[in-house]
């Protein structure tokens, strides 16, 4: 069954970085579209961005355009999103997702918290 296991994430103060993993499993990962969400209590899962299958294109969302940057490598089955620059309104839980045939898959989640 599709899977998606995430790591990282953690609290950083303003200014600092961080780099989210997912390890995906159970489909054919270099075929398929990778998303990064992020979801704050009270508001809607909202889109970080997302990379190509063959990862050569990634589309951001307007607020982290040139402080985040995802990759991927189909051979290990691995997307990431590296953070820079981060700033307390990317404070949320982050997730990654793909859709296969029409089913959306999540990872389990994981906090990112940016306090000074």
């Known amino acids: 069954q599709v899977e998606l296991v995430q790591s990282g994430g953690g609290s950083v103060q303003p200014g600092g970085s961080l780099t989210l993993s997912c390890v995906a499993s159970?489909?054919?990962?270099?075929?398929?579209?990778m998303t990064w969400y992020r979801q704050t209590p009270g508001k809607q899962r909202e889109i970080v961005g997302s990379i190509s299958p063959p990862g050569r294109v990634a589309n951001y969302a307007d607020s982290v355009q040139g402080r985040f940057t995802i990759a991927r490598d189909n051979d290990r089955n691995t997307v990431t999103l590296q953070m820079n620059s981060l700033k307390p309104e990317d404070t949320a839980e982050y997730f990654c997702g793909v859709s296969v045939l029409g089913t959306e898959y999540w990872g389990q989640g994981t906090q990112v918290t940016v306090s000074s």
């Open positions: 159970g489909f054919a990962f270099r075929s398929y579209r």
